[in-house]
C-alpha cells in the first residue's frame, strides 16, 4: 500500500538553529499537510498546502514556519530558528482531495527535539 | 469550530476483555469522523472511517465505531482485545474543509 515517507525520523538541534523537515506524499495525493503532536498533548494541525500554495494554516504556524514543495515529489517543512517549545513530533499527510470524504493518509512523523 | 471530546484518557483492560473507547464531536452539520492508533513512537494509522451510509463501520484489526447523530458520538468499539492492541488511540473529525481535528487520544493499556 502507498504511504506517507518522512525523514529524518529524529533530529536533534539547538535553539535558534533551522530545521527542515522533509516528506514524499502519496504520488497521486494533491493535497499536502503538515501536523505536530507535542509529547503527551494532542495532534495539532499546522498547515494545508494545494496547488503550490498555502490554503489553510493554524494560528500555530507563524512566520517561523515555512512549505514548500520544491519538486514533484518532495514538501517541506521549514523552521527557521527553532525554540524549545517547537520541540514534537511532526507529522507530514496527504490526500486525494481537501475537501470532505477523502482520507488523509499520515507519515510515521519526524521527532524533533531542540535543546 | 469543529471539536472532539475524547472523556477518557487512560483505559486498562483485560486481555480478551472488550473494549468501548468514547468519543463526541461538535460540529454543525454533517461530520466526517475517523479513529487513528498510535503505538508509541510511531506514526498515526487509520482504523477506520464513517463518511455516509451504515452508521456501523468496521474497520482494521477487528474494531469497529457506531456514529450516532443524536448523541454526537463515534464510539470504538472491540470485543476481544489483544495485548497488542496496547497504545494510544484518537478520534478525529472533519467537517469538509482540509483540517482534520484531533481529540486528546486515549491511551489503552492491556494487561494478561
Known amino acids: 500500500e502507498p504511504e506517507v515517507t518522512q525523514t529524518p525520523s529524529h533530529q536533534v538541534t539547538q535553539m535558534g538553529q533551522e530545521v527542515i523537515l522533509r516528506c514524499v506524499p502519496i504520488s497521486n495525493h494533491l493535497y499536502f499537510y503538515w501536523y505536530r503532536q507535542i509529547l503527551g498533548q494532542k495532534v495539532e494541525f499546522l498547515v494545508s498546502?494545494?496547488?503550490?500554495?498555502?490554503?489553510?494554516k493554524s494560528e500555530i504556524f507563524d512566520d517561523q514556519f515555512s512549505v514548500e514543495r520544491p519538486d514533484g515529489s518532495n514538501f517541506t517543512l521549514k523552521i527557521r530558528s527553532t525554540k524549545l517549545e517547537d520541540s514534537a513530533m511532526y507529522f507530514c499527510a496527504s490526500s486525494v482531495k481537501g475537501f470532505s470524504g477523502n482520507t488523509i493518509y499520515f507519515g510515521e512523523g519526524s521527532w524533533l527535539t531542540v535543546v | 469550530a469543529q471539536s472532539v471530546t475524547q472523556p477518557d484518557i487512560h483505559i486498562t483492560v483485560s486481555e480478551g476483555a472488550s473494549l468501548e473507547l468514547r468519543c463526541n464531536y461538535s460540529?454543525?452539520?454533517?461530520?466526517?469522523l475517523f479513529w487513528y492508533v498510535q503505538s508509541p513512537g510511531q506514526g498515526l494509522q487509520l482504523l477506520l472511517k464513517y463518511f455516509s451510509g451504515d452508521t456501523l463501520v468496521q474497520g482494521i484489526k477487528g474494531f469497529e465505531a457506531e456514529f450516532k447523530r443524536s448523541q454526537s458520538s463515534f464510539n470504538l468499539r472491540k470485543p476481544s482485545v489483544h495485548w497488542s492492541d496496547a497504545a494510544e488511540y484518537f478520534c478525529?473529525?472533519?467537517?469538509?474543509?482540509?483540517?482534520?481535528?484531533f481529540g486528546t487520544g486515549t491511551k489503552l493499556q492491556v494487561i494478561p
Open positions: 460540529y454543525g452539520a454533517t461530520p466526517y
Open positions: 478525529a473529525v472533519t467537517g469538509g474543509y482540509q483540517k482534520v481535528t
Open positions: 498546502f494545494y496547488n503550490n500554495e498555502i490554503s489553510e
